[in-house]
């Protein structure tokens, strides 16, 4: 998860806020919460080096999750999942679903 100084928390951490300012919402991050907040909507915010399984963004869905932005994109199955339950996906600031 991280190395003996933390760097790559640090690094997850620091994308998740400049991600939340991009989408105008609030970084809360905080565990077993939503990383962001804007208005109603609850936002996922993932700095992965391979792209977001299905059984993420399910897990996101079941905290209220309503917005996911992704470094690296999502899987086909996940993308298809987010489809049918009306969730915003983003690879970045481009929206994929």
Known sequence: M???KGQSQRRGTAYEKRKAK???????GSLGNPDAIKGRQKLEIKNWQR???RPEVVKARRKGVTKFISKSGFT??????????????YKGRKRLV
């Not at 993308?79 to 339950?85: A, I, S, V």
Request: aromatic fraction near 4%; hydrophobic fraction near 25%; charged fraction near 35%.
């Open 76 to 89: 086909e199955p996940a993308l298809q999942y987010g489809k049918e339950r009306k969730m915003k996906l």
């Open 22 to 28: 991009d989408h105008r919402a609030k970084h809360v």
């Open 51 to 53: 792209p977001i399984p």
């Open 2 to 4: 991280s190395n003996k």
